[in-house]
Nanobody
């Protein structure tokens, strides 16, 4: 199994940037596709971005394309979400997740979840 711990959330003004990090525990990190999900107040959890085990393929939800970038460093057992041009609508708890493939994590087939980190974007 793998343990996931997110960091980097906080309060930022609209138009600003944050970088979230997700640190994984084990040597098996590189076997997993990784993803970020978010849950805003009063809304269901939604998919944000995903990356394949090699980092060669990525997929983004339409509302974050061109603003967010997912990346991974398998040597450091870490996946990142760079968030630029943040909007108040991006306010949510962001959670890191690991699953068997890019296709599966996109549709919510997840093996392991982090506990989440709060991002608040003020107007």
């Amino acid at each position: 199994q793998v343990q996931l711990v997110e960091s980097g959330g906080g309060l930022v003004q609209a138009g600003g940037s944050l970088r979230l990090s997700c640190a994984a525990s084990g040597r098996t990190f590189s076997n997993y596709a990784m993803a970020w999900f978010r849950q805003a107040p009063g809304k269901e959890r939604e998919f944000v971005a995903a990356i394949s085990w090699s980092g060669g393929n990525t997929y983004y939800e339409d509302s974050v394309k061109g603003r967010f970038t997912i990346s991974r460093d398998n040597a450091k057992n870490t996946v990142y979400l760079q968030m630029n041009s943040l909007k108040p609508e991006d306010t949510a708890v962001y959670s890191c997740a690991a699953g068997p493939s890019l296709t599966q994590v996109r549709i919510g087939v997840i093996g392991y979840w982090g506990k989440g980190t709060l991002v608040t974007v003020s107007s």
